[in-house]
């Protein structure tokens, strides 16, 4: 994967709108489930390309060290040949003077060559460790908006489960409503009414029909007297009360 790749897959993930792409999903849950398998497989694609990228860098500054080691070490060399041609020249060995002269310059060549070599590969170390720096902050902001993302998934899961056993709630409080008349409940009330009805009305029929009853028993008492009055009449006695 390049580094453009990892720049535009980070900026891109890190610029979701994770509220916006919920309320256009169908199923929130499903769709923050996948947002979590995505980020997550995301993370981990960029972490083993930053990973290669600063074993690229690590191994650029390390090949650097070691160019700047041999920089050092041909100038040493140049140093004890440029000392040892001084020593043979001051013992009148010119020849041997100027062979070891010869050596320090080549020692010397060397040290530049290698000194322009690093010149020209530190802007690369630079530019690649700030490379590096930006993908690291990019693949700390994915992982932030990861834990954002897992976050809001378990609050949404959470809050749905909750307002589905409300609604379940609410559903079966009213399908036993008694006072919705359309109700079983509502129905097998107005039959107990009727019957509570018919049994007053049978009761009070009852009652009627006793007094009636009462009241023949006493127009049979009443008559009885007049006629016990009237045989006493009628065998000279007079028209008062009777005495025992």
């Known amino acids: 994967m390049s580094k453009q790749s990892i720049f535009g897959r980070i ?83 010119a020849a041997g003077a100027d062979k070891f002269d010869n050596l320090a310059k080549i ?21 690649q460790q700030v490379v590096v720096d930006k993908l690291k902050d990019g693949l700390n902001g994915m992982k932030v908006k990861l834990d954002q993302l897992k976050s809001k998934r378990n609050e949404l899961v959470a809050r749905s489960k909750v307002a589905d056993a409300q609604n379940k709630v609410y559903d079966a409080v009213k399908s036993v409503d008694v006072l919705d008349p359309t109700s079983e409940l509502g129905r097998f009330e107005e039959k107990v009414r009727r019957q509570e009805a018919l049994s007053a009305g049978k009761q009070e029929l009852s009652a009627s029909s006793l007094d009636a009853q009462f009241e023949s028993l006493e127009d049979i008492g009443e008559l009885t007297e007049v006629e016990a009055r009237l045989a006493a009449l009628k065998s000279g006695g007079s028209a008062g009360s009777l005495e025992a």
């Open 107 to 127: 020692a010397l060549q060397r040290q530049v060559q290698t000194e322009n070599e690093i010149k020209a590969i530190e802007p690369q170390i630079q530019q």
């Open 11 to 93: 900026s891109t993930l890190i610029r979701a709108n994770v509220n916006s792409l919920i309320d256009q999903a169908e199923d929130p849950e499903k769709m923050l489930d996948q947002l979590v398998r995505d980020y997550t497989n995301n993370i981990a694609e960029a972490e083993s390309a930053i990973a290669e990228t600063i074993g690229q860098l690590r191994l650029l500054e390390r090949d650097t060290a070691e160019d700047k080691k041999e920089a050092s070490d041909w100038g040493s060399k140049a140093l004890a040949a440029s000392r040892k041609g001084d020593e043979l020249r001051g013992s009148g060995d």
